[in-house]
């Protein structure tokens, strides 16, 4: 799927999970769009899976794995499944128990149950981010995975990790930096990099985000000048919730072949069980002694409309990504 979108100059939506309903919408939204995509489980997305006297990050994020790929068998679309953001204080509670668990599996004669997994390791010096993430890319080789990286910091809050007080340049990640991690992490395994250009997680008010993609171009082409056009890595977009069209076809000329949208889908999956609760109150509480409307309280009746309204903003993502009607399903 990577490299085909490279090839051919597109990009999946990768969408976080917490629940059956996301997943659906997710499945349907790819299967609508007649795109390929990637689901995603973050630390605080497996947590809430695993149920609040559970409490796990990786129960919760197997267990949405496994929904995942049964579901998606019922699609003629393919998924990847990948772990978001992993700091480095949640390795060994969190990536090592997710990549022993698919080499038990690969070993057993079977797929991996992730795909690829993300080490946000940025907040480390450079030296010690691509020391743990080569440890890490040889571990997830040997089950065949695929590691995400990241080099440079994406700013603002997500999933309980604030990084709106770092300074302006940890925004921005160099050309060196971009070289170095090739440098590095070449030949060891199969990577992608997410390097940080302005992105923000969250969405913001016109102009309070500055997205600067050329730093993508110039960076590749550090790499390119040095080892060959073949070199050019695989770069992901976080942040990508709120962002200009044209910042996104931009950056996927230079190499993007994943944009992860998070906020964006949120909202699209609370608007309309918002919208419901509103115009049904008298049926969803029981007021003075009434009994309510079992229709309008049901979490079947609003969870539906959760799917739908998330299921159609992502086919809208796949359409700015251009990855619609581009599926690979029966072609490989």
């Not at 999970?17 to 499945?27: F, P, R």
């Not at 579901?71 to 998924?79: D, M, P, Q, S």
């Not at 790499?223 to 709120?242: E, I, N, P, Q, R």
């Amino acid at each position: 799927m990577l490299d085909t979108a490279k090839k051919e100059g597109y990009a999946y939506p990768a969408v976080n999970v917490t629940t059956i309903e996301v997943i659906n919408g997710a499945l349907r939204a790819f299967a609508d769009a007649k795109s390929d995509g990637i689901i995603q489980v973050s630390l605080g997305g497996g947590k809430f899976a695993s149920g609040t006297r559970v409490g796990s990050s990786a129960i919760g994020a197997i267990v949405l794995a496994e929904a995942t790929h049964r579901l998606a068998k019922e699609y003629n679309v393919l998924v990847g499944l990948h772990t978001d953001h992993c700091q480095p204080e949640h390795v060994d509670t969190f990536l090592r128990p997710l990549i022993a668990e698919s080499k038990r599996r690969v070993d057993a004669g079977e797929q991996p149950l992730f795909n690829s997994h993300m080490l946000d390791a940025s907040t480390l010096p450079m030296a010690e981010n691509l020391a743990l993430s080569k440890e890490l890319l040889k571990d997830c080789a040997a089950a065949g995975i695929i590691l995400e990286i990241e080099i440079g910091v994406v700013g603002g809050e997500e999933d309980g990790v604030d990084n709106s007080g770092h300074h302006a340049d940890k925004l921005y990640t160099s050309p060196e930096d971009m070289l170095q991690t090739y440098e590095s992490l070449n030949g060891i395994g199969k990577f992608m990099l997410a390097a940080t250009f302005g992105n923000v997680h969250g969405v913001y008010k016109p102009g309070a985000v500055k997205l600067e993609p050329k730093i993508l171009r110039d960076g590749q082409k550090v790499v390119t000048d040095k080892y060959g056009a073949d070199a050019a890595m695989l770069l992901v977009f976080h942040g990508g919730s709120g962002s200009d069209l044209c910042d996104i076809r931009e950056a996927i000329s230079y190499g993007v072949v994943k944009m992860n949208i998070d906020t964006d889908t949120q909202y699209a999956f609370s608007k309309p069980i918002t919208l419901h609760v509103c115009k049904h109150i008298d049926g969803m509480l029981k007021v003075d002694g009434e009994v309510g409307d079992k229709k309008a309280y049901d979490p079947r009746t609003y969870l539906k409309l959760g799917e739908e309204g998330l299921a159609a903003r992502l086919v809208e993502a796949a359409q700015d990504l251009l990855s619609e009607g581009k599926t690979l399903c029966g072609k490989i």
